[in-house]
């Protein structure tokens, strides 16, 4: 594989490593040696060192003195505190969305989002409806336009994707269950809910939690 774009390889070297150790074929604890990357992508090992240390602020790497990079591990303790921050920041992205949409073009986005977690349900197409999942949030960002919660948001949610696919991949999580929340969410949203937003997002995400919990103890 030969990456161009100079200017942004450090970044397709980490979405590369991240979409591997998000579908689980880097395992947690597995080390990531920077030569064979290096060789393997034909990219310099400086590049791969940025893209690691990207990683490491996406908590999907951890860079360990004298023992080098490493696929981070899987236990219940980062799986419920990661769960509970991201439950708080959808909130914070549902609510501005429900305080700030004028009109009906300003939920346009949502509603094409829909549609395509419909599309790959039918499909059956995991990454797509991961990818999808979270596109959601994505388009929230401009309604709140708060940097520092699209920062953070960003830094976590590949931490996100990778737990929710292990839950999607051994059949704990059902793309159903996401479908029938994502349109009671709307509902919410529309209509403006703020206690309904919280309500919905803190079930799915303790939801979430447990199923994530389950496929770990199954892999």
């Known amino acids: 594989m030969t990456f161009k774009a100079p200017d942004s390889l450090c970044e397709q070297i980490a979405d590369h490593l991240a979409e591997r150790i998000i579908r689980g074929e880097l395992a947690p604890g597995e080390r990531i040696q920077e030569q064979k990357v290096t060789q393997a992508l034909n990219v310099s090992r400086g590049s791969v060192r940025e893209a690691l240390l990207i990683l490491e602020r996406r908590h999907l790497v951890a860079i360990l003195p004298r023992r080098g990079a490493h696929v981070t591990e899987l236990d219940e303790h980062n799986i419920r505190s990661l769960c509970t921050m991201m439950g708080e920041l959808y909130i914070l992205l549902g609510n501005a969305v429900a305080q700030h949409w004028r009109t009906e ?97 803190s079930a799915y995400c303790q939801r979430s939690c447990e199923l994530v919990l389950a496929a770990m103890a199954r892999s």
């Not at 039918?122 to 990818?131: C, G, H, S, T």
């Not at 948001?153 to 793309?175: I, K």
């Open 105 to 201: 073009a300003d939920l346009r986005p949502f509603l094409e989002i829909q549609q395509r977690l419909h599309g790959a349900h039918a499909r059956q197409d995991i990454k797509a409806f991961v990818a999808d999942s979270f596109a959601v949030m994505r388009a929230a960002y401009p309604f709140a336009n708060n940097p520092y919660l699209q920062e953070t948001v960003e830094n976590l949610h590949p931490a996100m994707s990778r737990a929710y696919y292990l839950a999607l991949d051994q059949r704990q999580a059902n793309m159903t269950d996401y479908l029938s929340l994502f349109a009671r969410l709307l509902e919410v949203v529309v209509s403006r809910d703020l206690a309904g937003i919280r309500e919905v997002l």
